[in-house]
């Protein structure tokens, strides 16, 4: 059987982008970890990966932007919330996944039956892989930094 890899642009400490990589490695797949904070996403490469999906599907409901309000996703034009999630990757919806020239945004069930049909069988998984795993007390002590073990969405 041929060893499928796919790239995988997450938050490095994220406890669920844990999960996920998890979830796919025993399914047998390659992931190649990518640090969605880091990379230097253009707008076009980025509009890629969302543009099939509906804007309300775009971002982060749990970036602390959103949270405080400081920024409104439907009330902006498409390119001026691209303009935002290039400044502030926080916003992007995680993971964003490159498997055999599909892109795909997130770990919900849409995202896991496509890797099901290119792997031929099914993930393991339990329904919480989509979902920021810290608990509110954990977030509450933590400082707030880029390699954050339980804050999914501060940096």
């Keep these: 059987m041929q060893i499928q890899s796919l790239r995988f642009f997450g938050k490095p400490g ?6 996920q990589i998890k979830l796919l490695k025993a ?5 190649e970890h990518i640090s969605l904070l880091d990379h230097p996403f253009e707008k076009e490469e980025l509009r890629s990966f969302l543009s099939q999906y509906p804007r309300s599907q775009w971002t982060n409901a749990s970036a602390p932007a ?4 400081e920024i409104n996703p ?9 303009e935002h999630m290039l400044k502030s990757p926080l916003l992007i919806k995680r ?3 490159v498997f055999q020239e599909k892109k795909l945004v997130g770990f919900g069930s849409d995202t896991i039956n496509v890797i099901e049909s290119i792997i ?4 393991d998984a339990d329904g919480s892989v989509d979902q920021c795993s810290a608990k509110k007390s954990d977030l509450e002590s933590q400082t707030q930094s ?3 073990v339980y804050d999914c969405a501060a940096v």
């Design 146 to 148: 880029k390699d954050s």
């Design 120 to 123: 031929g069988r099914r993930l």
């Design 14 to 19: 994220c406890i669920s982008n844990k999960k």
């Design 66 to 69: 959103i949270k405080a309000g």
């Design 27 to 31: 399914a047998g797949v390659e992931v």
């Design 95 to 97: 993971p964003l996944i």
């Design 74 to 82: 439907v009330a902006l034009s498409e390119s001026e919330l691209l």
